[in-house]
């Protein structure tokens, strides 16, 4: 893999906190001092437990395990309850930082705001099995009707291309363009290849639950 132009440095943040924060201060121009003071909270507490540097939980002595007088001050202020703001989870071996490589567009992706949304695990391993079940359907098509909808569609380079930008690629007339996403189309639809794609790619088992990621995928062919 080629290396990427830039690299960004990112600070982690306890998400949940922050929003909690701008919703129950909207006349307060967000910032952690501001926040601090209207809750009469030690300004150093409140940024160690929106960077997760500082436990929301008791550690040692008699009071082990429960919340903090910090942490349930917050929590009352801002009308939400302990366990959702500090999930335990948030304040263990989460890193702090992270730092990822970029090109041009995911920097243009973040916008004037500089707001970069990044997947989630979960989120990224369900684009994988859509990706995955999608590509094990466009297999069953010939080479080019498989190469007309990755174009028409964007699924390779996130770019879809409209019917002429397709044909001048292809050298053939814009008709010949539709027909041939119609009919691939068409083909997906078949029982055949709906069992394709339900499956991932794989002969489902009988009476098996059909995957939810893939059957995503088969309603968006039938809205089509």
Known sequence: MADLPYR????VRNNRLLKALVRAFPYIKPSTPAWAEAMDIPLGTLYELIALKKSAVVLGGYRVGEWTPSALK?????????????????????????????DER????????????????????????????????????????????????GIDDQSPHTLQEIADFLGVSRG??????KKALNK?????????????????????????????????????
């Open 74 to 102: 917050i929590a009352d202020a801002v009308g939400e309850l302990p366990e959702y703001l500090f999930d335990p989870a948030l304040y263990g071996e989460t890193p702090k930082k992270l730092s990822i490589e970029a």
């Open 106 to 153: 995911l920097l243009k992706g973040a916008g004037g705001g500089g707001r970069l949304m990044l997947e989630s695990p979960a989120a990224s391993l369900e684009k994988k099995a859509i990706c995955e079940s999608l590509e094990a359907a466009l297999k069953t098509l010939s080479p080019r009707e498989e190469k007309v909808l990755k174009l028409r569609f």
């Open 176 to 181: 010949r363009v539709a027909q041939i996403e």
């Open 188 to 224: 997906l639809r078949q029982k055949p290849r709906v069992e394709i794609i339900e499956a991932g790619g794989y002969e489902p088992p009988q009476k098996a639950p059909t995957p939810a990621p893939a059957r995503r995928i088969w309603d968006d062919f039938n809205k089509i």
């Open 8 to 11: 960004i440095d990112l600070k």
